[in-house]
């Protein structure tokens, strides 16, 4: 497995972040206005999906270019964002795309509570790396994540169905990710005796080594 390469933290950020941004401006900017498309009309939602896909496309691109690595999470939304987006398009039905945050969500908690079923934290497997943790701590926060995860699912089916597209996409844009930071963030405030110190963690193998 190749190393990641690593690269400006505020650049990462921009390529990971940008492209919901972008959307959002797009939107706001198309939402008044119908646009001819292969012999039909689309909406100003639908043209903006339609731009922002090559966008998140290029922002992926480049991110792996630059290290050398994409998670499966990123790989697994640019999938849904692909494959969602072409629906929409093709369907010329902007429900398709409001419709993937909704999967998206549920599978992340239907995966990781099939793990919490099989007794395992799956989401250790692609985080552990990042954030040393006991398995008590990882089997915490899996459920947690897991109910937090089937809690955004639902409130995005109650978002799209009962508001208008304006507030659908400054919710997605805005609403979600600042909900899940604020989730993940308190989980870790609240999970901090389960975090495995490095140097305990270097001490323990230095340790071993010497008996």
């Known amino acids: ?21 972008v959307f959002f401006l797009v939107y706001m900017k198309m939402r008044d206005n119908t646009y001819a498309m292969w012999g039909f009309e689309y909406s100003g939602f639908i043209a903006a999906t339609l731009i922002f896909v ?28 692909i494959v969602f987006g072409a629906l929409t398009a093709w369907f010329n039905d902007e429900r398709f795309f409001k419709m993937k945050t909704t999967i998206v969500y549920g599978l992340f908690a239907l995966l990781l509570g099939v793990g919490l079923l099989r007794r395992e934290s799956w989401l250790a497997y692609i985080l552990s790396d990042m954030i040393p943790m006991t398995q008590e701590g990882w089997m ?7 109910l937090g995860f089937a809690t955004l699912a639902v409130a995005n089916e109650i978002v799209w169905r009962t508001m208008s597209t304006d507030a659908w996409v400054k919710i997605e844009t805005f609403g979600f990710p600042i909900a899940l930071m604020a989730f993940l963030f308190w989980q870790m405030m609240g999970l901090e005796e389960h975090v495995i110190e490095e140097d305990a963690e270097k001490s323990a193998e230095a340790d071993s080594d010497g008996s």
């Open 140 to 146: 915490i926060l899996t459920r947690r994540l897991c």
């Open 54 to 81: 090559p966008i998140l496309l290029l922002a992926m691109g480049t991110l792996w270019a630059l290290t050398g690595k994409l998670s499966r999470m990123q790989i697994f939304t640019a999938i849904m964002v």
């Open 1 to 21: 497995m190749s190393q990641e390469r690593k690269i400006n933290p505020l650049l990462k950020q921009v390529l990971e972040l940008g492209p919901p941004i």
